[in-house]
């Protein structure tokens, strides 16, 4: 399963546009960066305060923070997780579910501008983590309001600039495991770095240098559905290999760390937001 996750990371760069989320990335970055930075707080002091084993809350506040299933198919090769990856799924889809239910109701409420997507395109693909949600989320909003597909498009994109911080993420994750299992004088990056990251970047080089030169975006449609198979297969064989008894016995503190950093993420995503003018 390792493996797997290994190469579906890999392969899910080929939807990776460098370009456009560069360009997007200037007005929702300050915004990505504060989410993920409180919703990996939040998993942390958890841990502390509630005892969760380290595995599940680095998931959980990986999956949380940055794009769900995706990024803990990342992390979990890096810190060697096992069991803990199925419940860390299970702790981040269910969320995913009610905030594809709930925030455009929340939209309304709090007075999103109707006339166009943007406010709400930024909230979703900072607030929500997983690309389905945000999908179905920004879909319903523009159907409520008959945008097209305006916040969509904003939705997607903000979501794809918040997938690149994979690599910092498992990056940091790496290192720091690694110094944790040996002496600092025997530490080396070389032995560290996880390679898989590396092949993820040249993938969405490739991407963007591809549809630059005129490429039909259609061509890398098949690579990113065998990316989401991969995942889905690795997530079954992992599921298969689960205690199932015991992801029962333990599921209350996690679902507890998902839904403090799910909060921690909606609350601070709407502040920034009204920081900045754009709601």
């Not at 860390?88 to 269910?94: C, E, M, S, T, Y």
């Not at 889905?232 to 199932?244: D, F, K, T």
């Given at each position: 399963?390792?493996?797997i996750?290994q190469?579906?990371v890999?392969?899910l760069?080929?939807?990776?546009n460098?370009?456009?989320i560069?360009?997007?990335g200037?007005?929702?970055?300050?915004?990505?960066?504060c989410?993920?930075?409180t919703?990996?707080?939040?998993a942390?002091?958890l841990?502390?305060?509630l005892?969760?084993?380290?595995?599940?809350?680095?998931l959980?506040?990986?999956?949380?923070?940055?794009?769900g299933?995706?990024a803990?198919?990342?992390?979990a090769p890096?810190?060697?997780?096992?069991d803990?990856v199925?419940?860390?799924?299970?702790?981040?889809?269910?969320?995913?579910?009610?905030a594809?239910l709930f925030f455009?109701?929340?939209?309304k409420?709090?007075?999103?501008?109707?006339?166009?997507g943007?406010?709400?395109?930024?909230?979703?693909?900072?607030?929500?983590?997983?690309?389905?949600?945000?999908?179905?989320?920004a879909?319903?909003?523009?159907s409520?309001w008959?945008?097209g597909?305006?916040?969509l498009?904003?939705?997607?994109?903000v979501?794809?600039?918040?997938?690149l911080?994979i690599?910092?993420?498992?990056l940091?994750?790496s290192?720091?495991?690694s110094?944790?299992?040996?002496?600092?004088?025997?530490?080396?990056?070389k032995k560290t770095?996880?390679m898989?990251?590396?092949y993820?970047?040249?993938a969405?080089?490739?991407?963007t240098?591809?549809?630059h030169?005129g490429?039909n975006?259609?061509?890398?449609?098949?690579i990113?559905?065998?990316?989401?198979?991969?995942?889905?297969?690795?997530?079954?064989?992992i599921g298969?290999?689960?205690?199932?008894?015991?992801?029962?016995?333990t599921?209350?503190?996690?679902l507890?760390?998902g839904?403090?950093?799910?909060?921690g993420i909606?609350?601070?995503?709407l502040?920034?937001q009204?920081?900045?003018?754009?709601?």
């Amino acid at each position: 399963s390792k493996i797997i996750l290994q190469t579906a990371v890999v392969l899910l760069g080929f939807g990776m546009n460098l370009g456009v989320i560069f360009e997007t990335g200037k007005q929702s970055l300050p915004i990505i960066i504060c989410t993920i930075s409180t919703s990996l707080l939040i998993a942390w002091l958890l841990r502390k305060i509630l005892h969760v084993p380290s595995n599940t809350s680095i998931l959980v506040g990986v999956g949380s923070s940055i794009c769900g299933g995706s990024a803990i198919a990342a992390t979990a090769p890096v810190i060697d997780a096992d069991d803990e990856v199925a419940q860390a799924i299970a702790v981040i889809f269910f969320f995913n579910v009610l905030a594809a239910l709930f925030f455009p109701i929340l939209g309304k409420a709090i007075g999103f501008d109707t006339l166009h997507g943007d406010a709400f395109g930024i909230f979703a693909g900072t607030a929500i983590n997983d690309t389905s949600s945000v999908t179905a989320a920004a879909s319903t909003w523009d159907s409520m309001w008959h945008l097209g597909s305006a916040t969509l498009n904003k939705a997607v994109t903000v979501k794809l600039t918040r997938t690149l911080a994979i690599i910092p993420i498992t990056l940091g994750l790496s290192m720091i495991r690694s110094k944790n299992n040996q002496k600092s004088s025997n530490f080396s990056l070389k032995k560290t770095f996880p390679m898989f990251i590396l092949y993820f970047v040249l993938a969405a080089i490739i991407t963007t240098v591809s549809l630059h030169i005129g490429v039909n975006s259609n061509v890398f449609l098949p690579i990113k559905e065998l990316s989401k198979f991969l995942i889905i297969m690795a997530m079954a064989a992992i599921g298969l290999n689960s205690n199932v008894i015991h992801l029962i016995k333990t599921g209350g503190k996690p679902l507890l760390v998902g839904a403090s950093c799910w909060c921690g993420i909606t609350i601070v995503s709407l502040l920034m937001q009204h920081v900045m003018g754009i709601w």
